[in-house]
């Protein structure tokens, strides 16, 4: 492993300050606590040694971006990277040391991590299976976490995860970056303040995987990675390689049992969007249908109120609007329709709202507002240092989960699910109800917060 610089007097402060701030802090996080510039060490200018400690914990496809985000942020000196497969680790090095002329740690274990003292912040980008259980014993070594989305694997998973950033007056930021994007806000915002009317339904763009490979080859364990890690607390398959592959199209993403396929891909962040607008971080749907169902065409889940939203349906009436722009069909990844208009959303700065004048709407400090961030990462620094809850906390993560583990458990078995989202407890089905958690392996027990 490499060394890195010894750590100042000054870090000893400020780590305390992390440590003890927090516990302070609680849960409640009134007010903000500002982090003095002399006890990070930048009256001036941030020194190499009174940075936050930073370390990756995956470092596959989803952490090259957070290693070019973090690593020059003026607040952060990224310390330590981990992955169970040799060739991430090599490549998480490469980039760091090309790009930006630093040499860090690495390991295998992320428990070496999380007893690192030079380490204040973790940054999760695991396959899904692992987010909780690196989570919550990364709070409760004292360390923040920004983690990946979805939050958890499983329903129980996610309390435990709440109950942890509490206990531990931890900051804990899931990414469900579109919160931090300006359209994605601004949507939130129009809605909220009624421009469209009340929401009727919702229509989200998840996509699909392919099924796992019908004749999936096993192989002998290679020697560059860690095959028993990698499985952590899912059931034991003998290895192939597809089965590890981190891909987007599919890979580990395909399989049921180190996630909730494309509910836990897509829907995590666009079902936290629907939460987002509907003003409903705090509560839930109550009733999924999964597609099939006495002929139902699509998958879709109901709120208490009568909202439901739709996956991969097309919007009736959104497919005749015409872009101003370049006279082509308009397409969103989300769509919401009131009684008295239409928004759509998505990625790359587009956003389409029917009136048009409220497109550009610019909001008086009467009308209601959400959360401002305009930097997913940055918001979570800024936490760390003032102790503020970020845009996407815990909390917020894991009322979003549940809607994709609760989908995708409708979808499992065929047949609806109804939730009670204040006792956070499946209704009427002993089979569902079971598959709130998973069974464990033996040796990867969810921590105890």
């Known amino acids: 492993m490499t060394t890195h610089h010894k750590k100042t007097s000054t870090n000893h402060s400020r780590r305390s300050f992390l440590k003890t701030g927090a516990l302070a802090a609680g849960s409640a996080f009134t007010a903000p606590m500002i982090l003095p510039s002399e006890v990070l060490g930048n009256t001036s200018k941030v020194g190499a040694n009174s940075r936050i400690g930073v370390a990756y914990i995956g470092t596959g496809n989803i952490m090259k971006g957070h290693l070019n985000a973090f690593t020059p942020h003026k607040q952060t000196q990224s310390i330590m990277v981990c992955d169970v497969k040799d060739e991430a680790l090599k490549n998480a090095v490469k980039l760091l040391k090309n790009k930006h002329k630093i040499e860090v740690q690495t390991t295998k274990e992320h428990e070496e991590v999380l007893s690192s003292q030079d380490v204040d912040v973790v940054v999760i980008g695991t396959p899904d299976h ?3 259980s690196i989570a919550i014993a990364a709070m409760k070594a004292g360390k923040d976490v920004y983690l990946e989305k979805p939050a958890t694997l499983t329903i129980d998973e996610g309390k435990f995860l709440v109950a942890a950033e509490k206990k531990y007056g931890r900051i804990l930021q899931v990414g469900s970056q579109q919160r931090s994007d300006r359209h994605f806000r601004n949507a939130a915002n129009i809605i909220r303040n009624g421009w469209i009317g009340n929401v009727e339904k919702v229509y989200c763009k998840l996509g699909n995987f392919p099924q796992p490979p019908a004749n999936e080859v096993f192989e002998p364990v290679p020697s560059g990675i860690d095959y028993d890690r990698w499985l952590g607390p899912t059931p034991y398959y003998e290895y192939s390689a597809h089965r590890v592959l981190g891909d987007y199209s599919g890979g580990w993403r395909c399989y049921w049992d180190y996630g909730s396929r494309k509910f836990g891909d897509w829907g995590a962040h666009h079902f936290d969007i629907t939460q987002w607008a509907l003003n409903r971080d705090n509560t839930g749907p109550v009733e999924f249908i999964p597609q099939g169902y006495q002929g139902a065409e699509h998958h879709h889940y109901r709120y208490q109120d009568g909202i439901t939203v739709f996956r991969d349906r097309n919007p009736e009436g959104a497919d005749s609007m015409d872009d101003p722009k370049n006279g082509k069909k308009i397409s969103h990844m989300i769509w919401f329709f009131g009684d008295e208009g239409k928004l759509g959303v998505s990625r790359g700065g587009k956003i389409s709202v029917i009136p048009e004048k409220y497109k550009n709407h610019r909001f008086s400090p009467d009308e209601e507002i959400v959360y401002t961030s305009t930097n997913h990462r940055n918001n979570f620094i800024d936490c760390v240092l003032s102790r503020k809850e970020p845009v996407c906390p815990a909390s917020v993560g894991h009322r979003t989960a549940t809607i994709c583990h609760l ?3 409708a979808e499992r078995l ?3 699910v109804r939730w009670d989202p ?24 969810l921590p105890v917060v």
Request: aromatic share 6%; proline share 3%.
């Open 130 to 132: 692992w987010h909780a």
């Open 422 to 445: 204040e006792k956070e407890e499946i209704i009427g089905s002993d089979e569902a109800r079971k598959m709130q958690d998973r069974q464990r392996r033996e040796g990867y027990e």
């Open 414 to 416: 065929g047949k609806p």
């Open 407 to 409: 989908a995708a458990i």
